[in-house]
């Protein structure tokens, strides 16, 4: 159990140090005590053994990490963030997909995974990482495990991936294993071209626990796990695998090998009526019906909760009737199993069934509804049908998740009795997808979907008539996977007749100039030809009144856009990279229900604008497109508004009508006036003026601004060399969390700036001209002044002496050369303080032990300022790059402190200098989380962590 406390309308610095009205009520207390001794017979020394109880009692609470709220807060927006924290918490110790039945009888299979976890066995393979195999037949539970265990772990270490599927993902296994890398590496700069080794020393820092799901070869496990020789002796390694050989084959340790069998009777009939009865026991007359449906289901919790789930609360009848179907069909028992539950679905179900399992598996779910009810299925209730059945489940992210064996079902139903490849209903496959596209008659009109990943093909050569004879297509899926380059596919001259039917379109790649003349699009609700080389999508006018959404992005070669005047249902455009397109057709600013129109990196568009006042769009994206000089958009649900680095010269009145819009970036624009309209964005949440160089933003108009937008949250003013100074109004941004200045031509900030109770961030980098700053907020995190030269005077750094509300505390004077030496000793106090203050919150998590413990959870604090020598206090010197210090044994040591200082050598000013601190204990064994800072130095520096 955690306690997270909320210190409202009190200083936790009072509570923990019992000063200020916390000081006066314990001597209040004191007096009284002491006075009912004289009167009671009550020892001195118990009155004085209580209070020092209480005061300790009241230093603990204060050092945990919390809530602290004071009277002037908005109480809403404190009780929406502890509701939000706690929940955030939750979801991470006990993810919403695993529901409760999953987890039946489970306990004892984890209480030995738990014991094998506590090993810290090394591996041939992967070096010191201790590697554990979960092993098991198909539908035996062990990626339920897996997820389990991760869930009950992941707190417990510096970095964390979970790969599903990797059998299935094996033919894309370097994108798989970018994704991977990108994960444990996500708080630093990850670069996918990085060499194995620069990656592996960059995991060398850190304690991993990575679960690969369903690996099936050793090639998987050699690619995916190259740079894990480097990580911390303490990072796991989980496999899930069917073949136990292939553990042999990475030469994982037997110990460390967990096979799942199947489950016992007593076992299998708990799972099995908590999916039928929604109970632990089977239902009064029930009891022998159930024991025969566990019986079949052999013990295999996949096949016991698809039973469970399908027969129900249905009759006995009705039970022994499908039970007789399960035992009468020619397929293995799972997949008997698995058969009648797909049996007793509707036709309109199984047609749904059979889509997912060959094109939707791993799809969005508001994506697959989208399409599958143009196609006539009522998928919203279809798909519930299929989830009450355990043949699909809903992922966290909202994603169609699909066991493999389920699928394998769904496959060998498409193809039984079919020999003829063109006469399936859907195609997947590559080989038989390429036959049938390569010969003029091979398909038929039994075809109803294609799905084909183009990068596994060598060679196709693509027949004109290849879809003519198709007549009940609906899908056509002919993608390239994010990182993949396309087979070789050849193109006849032309392509004939598309199916009428055709509801989702995706063609990455086309190499025709356009669809076919008789392409017919009546039915289509989403086409996507990205990276094609159409010059025009099609000819003439088309009947588009089910289209929902086209992608054209990087169809460098398009043109212009055909008439979209009859797209009544259109809700997005994404024309992004369309280098050659000039300008947009008219007929697509007349549409009332375009929601999302993304046209960046159209360097030849000069115009968007519209008089037209729009209803319904609220996310417009103009991003480089460098020759847009006119732009006048408006609608009262836009929320998002992407101008950066257009070639926007002036400001369209008309965008004070979004009163909507919460995302405004105007980053790179060369207008020299902020229009007075733009204060009516009453509901903005993040502006961006950066890198405005023309751009004069003077202190009346600012002040207008800002009595106008007081929902800011972040404002970003970089780089603006005309703003010289901020008015005293910024108070009114109560909300603002994060304020950049960086490169402005500020002198000073306004002494009002420390009434900004939830400023967060705040960047002063490159502000030549600032001379001096005020007293800023407590609650800032992150303040950085690096390169301000001219600046002389820093207040007591009051966000340094409160207590950490987060992991690190950073604050940077680097290269502030002209600091007097009372700010230099304010810096450095607030930083021993900050530090002390940080220490004694790491108690807390120290005292949680291994239930909660984890290196993320203990609190930084650095601090860089300008220096010429190590301050006397720190009595442990070393000019090496490493040194021992000798820890009295029962030390209560809180934490450590370390000032590190840099002489500017030519390589440091040429490259900067790169600071890392790693503790080691005397058997060599890392202890705690690795620090690391990054500076480019050009004078003495000192650095304190």
């Not at 129109?597 to 729009?614: P, T, W």
Request: proline share 2%; net charge neutral.
């Amino acid at each position: 159990m955690g306690v997270i406390p909320l210190f409202y309308n009190v200083d936790p610095c009072d509570v923990r140090n019992q000063s200020g009205t916390y000081g006066e009520a314990f001597a209040k207390h004191e007096r009284c005590l002491l006075l009912d001794e004289k009167d009671n017979i009550i020892n001195k020394e118990d009155v004085q053994k209580k209070l020092s109880q209480w005061k300790g009692a009241l230093t603990e609470a204060a050092n945990i990490s919390g809530w602290y709220t004071r009277s002037n807060k908005n109480q809403s927006q404190v009780i929406e963030k502890m509701v939000g924290d706690v929940l955030e918490m939750l979801e991470l110790r006990f993810p919403k997909e695993l529901k409760s039945k999953d987890l039946v009888r489970f306990d004892k299979i984890l209480k030995e995974m738990q014991l094998l976890l506590s090993k810290n066995r090394g591996n041939l393979l992967v070096g010191n990482v201790q590697v554990i195999g979960i092993c098991g037949m198909s539908g035996i539970g062990k990626t339920t495990i897996a997820k389990i265990l991760f869930s009950q772990h992941f707190p417990l270490y510096d970095s964390v991936c979970f790969i599903e599927n990797v059998k299935e993902a094996s033919q894309n296994i370097e994108s798989l294993k970018e994704k991977m890398v990108s994960e444990l590496l996500k708080d630093e700069n990850q670069n996918s071209k990085e060499s194995t080794l620069l990656i592996g020393k960059r995991l060398s820092n850190k304690k991993i626990f990575v679960v690969l799901d369903d690996v099936d070869n050793l090639e998987q496990v050699e690619v995916l796990c190259e740079e894990f020789r480097y990580a911390s002796p303490e990072s796991k390694l989980i496999i899930t695998t069917r073949n136990k050989d292939l553990l042999r084959g990475i030469m994982v340790d037997e110990y460390d090998v967990y096979e799942i069998k199947t489950w016992s009777f007593e076992e299998s009939l708990e799972l099995f009526c908590s999916s039928a009865f929604k109970s632990k026991h089977p239902k009064k007359g029930y009891e022998d019906i159930a024991k025969r449906a566990v019986d079949y289901a052999g013990g295999v919790p996949l096949a016991l909760k698809v039973l469970g789930s399908s027969l129900g609360d249905r009759s006995i009848e009705f039970w022994e009737r499908e039970l007789d179907k399960v035992e009468n069909y020619s397929c293995d028992r799972i997949q008997k199993v698995l058969r009648v539950s797909y049996e007793g679905l509707h036709d309109i179900e199984k047609k749904i069934f059979l889509d997912i399992a060959f094109f939707f598996k791993d799809e969005s779910k508001d994506f697959v509804e989208r399409v599958l009810n143009a196609c006539g299925f009522y998928a919203t209730g279809g798909l519930k049908v299929l989830e009450d059945k355990a043949l699909i489940t809903i992922s966290d992210g909202n994603k169609i998740k699909m066991h493999g064996l389920v699928q394998d079902l769904a496959l060998s139903i498409v193809r039984e009795g079919i020999e003829d490849h063109g006469k399936r209903s859907r195609l997947r496959d590559i080989a038989e997808i390429s036959s049938v596209l390569e010969c003029k008659n091979k398909g038929s009109d039994a075809v109803e979907g294609i799905k084909l990943d183009l990068s596994q093909i060598d060679d196709l050569h693509l027949n004109a008539n290849a879809f003519s004879i198709m007549t009940e297509l609906r899908f056509l899926k002919l993608h390239t996977p994010c990182g993949k380059i396309s087979g070789n596919m050849d193109y006849p001259i032309v392509l004939n007749q598309f199916s009428s039917k055709l509801r989702y379109l995706e063609w990455n790649g086309y190499r025709l100039k356009s669809l076919p003349e008789s392409f017919c699009a009546t039915k289509l609700v989403e086409i996507r030809m990205v990276q094609s080389h159409i010059t025009e999508l099609w000819h003439g006018v088309k009947n588009l009144v089910n289209l929902e959404g086209i992608d054209l992005s990087e169809c460098k070669y398009l043109e212009n856009l055909p008439d979209l005047s009859k797209a009544s249902k259109l809700k997005w455009l994404n024309l992004s990279d369309c280098e050659s397109l000039v300008e947009l057709h008219p007929s697509v600013l007349s549409l009332d229900t375009l929601e999302t129109l993304i046209l960046n990196g159209c360097k030849k568009l000069k115009s968007l604008k519209s008089e037209k006042h729009f209803r319904s769009l609220k996310k417009v994206s103009v991003e480089g497109c460098t020759s847009l000089k006119e732009f006048a958009l408006s609608s009262d649900k836009m929320e998002s508004l992407e101008l950066k680095n257009a070639g926007i010269e002036q400001l369209h009145s008309s965008i004070g009508l979004s009163s909507n819009l919460r995302y405004l970036n105007l980053e790179g624009l060369r207008f020299q006036n902020v229009p007075n309209e733009l204060s009516s964005l009453t509901s903005l949440v993040e502006l961006r003026i950066s890198d405005c160089k023309e751009l004069v933003l003077e202190k009346q108009k600012l002040q207008a601004l800002f009595d106008g937008l007081r929902s800011l949250r972040l404002l970003h003013l970089k780089d603006c060399s005309n703003l010289l100074e901020l008015p005293e109004n910024i108070s009114v941004l109560s909300k603002l969390c994060e304020l950049r200045l960086d490169g402005s031509g500020v002198e000073t900030l306004p002494e009002s700036i420390k009434h900004l109770s939830l400023l967060e961030i705040l960047s002063l980098e490159n502000c030549l001209n600032l001379r001096q700053l005020p007293e800023l907020p407590t609650t800032i995190k992150e303040l950085t002044a690096a390169n301000c030269k001219s600046l002389v005077t820093v207040p007591t750094l009051k966000t340094l002496a409160t207590m950490m509300t987060g992991r690190e505390k950073f604050v940077s004077f680097e290269n502030c050369t002209k600091l007097d030496g009372s700010s230099l000793c304010r810096i450095a106090e607030g930083a021993e303080l900050s530090s002390m203050n940080a220490a004694f919150q790491n108690v807390f998590v120290r005292s949680k032990g291994a239930s909660g413990a984890s290196c993320h959870n203990y609190n930084f604090v650095k601090v860089c300022s300008p220096g010429s020598r190590v301050p006397e206090q720190f009595t442990y010197r070393s000019r090496e790059s490493s040194f021992k210090v000798k820890i009295p044994s029962h030390s209560n040591i809180l934490g450590m402190v370390l000032s590190v200082l840099i002489s500017p050598s030519e390589g440091i000013k040429n490259h900067g200098a790169r600071i890392f601190c790693q503790c080691y204990d005397a058997d060599g064994r890392k202890v705690g989380y690795a620090t690391r800072w990054f500076h480019e130095a050009t004078k003495d520096l000192k650095v304190g962590f």
